[in-house]
């Protein structure tokens, strides 16, 4: 397989996976308060790049799904893929969920605020402490098993190009 098909297939499988496990928790994947599990994927981009485009295309798809409509699609998709191109130029492990955090609590908390007419800083705390939970509680763990366990996996091969510091 070539590099380019390889790139594509590996996006859209990260892209699979962002859809089916928003849409299986989705109780707790929408709303003002949640916690999107989800999201434990958008340390992918510290391994490779083929998850910037396959994060941003499952959130648009778990979005549209979402019910909140169109801002949801254009304003959560677009916070993941802000967030995936930052997690990609981050060099340090223990800062990969960062971007994720931060990029979501400001974003979809003000998207939020807007659409449910909120107070804007609780909005963005609760979003943001839901991406916590998701992104370091469940996506550290996750890249720390990646990093022990994935290097038969697709995604992995891309980690020696990168520092991989703690």
Known sequence: MNQRTRFLVHGALISAIYV????????ISYGPV???ISEMLTVLPFFTP???PGLFVGAMIANAYGGLGVIDVVA???ATLIAAVLTYKMNRKVLAPLPPVLVNAVIIGAMLTYLFQLPLVPTMLYVGFGQIVACYGLGYP???AMEKYGKHLFFIKTVEKKKVLS
Not at 20 to 27: D, M
């Open 50 to 52: 083929a998850a910037i």
């Open 76 to 78: 959560g998709s677009s």
């Open 142 to 144: 996750f890249m720390v």
């Open 34 to 36: 949640q916690v999107r």
């Open 20 to 27: 089916v496990i928003t849409i299986a928790f989705a109780p």
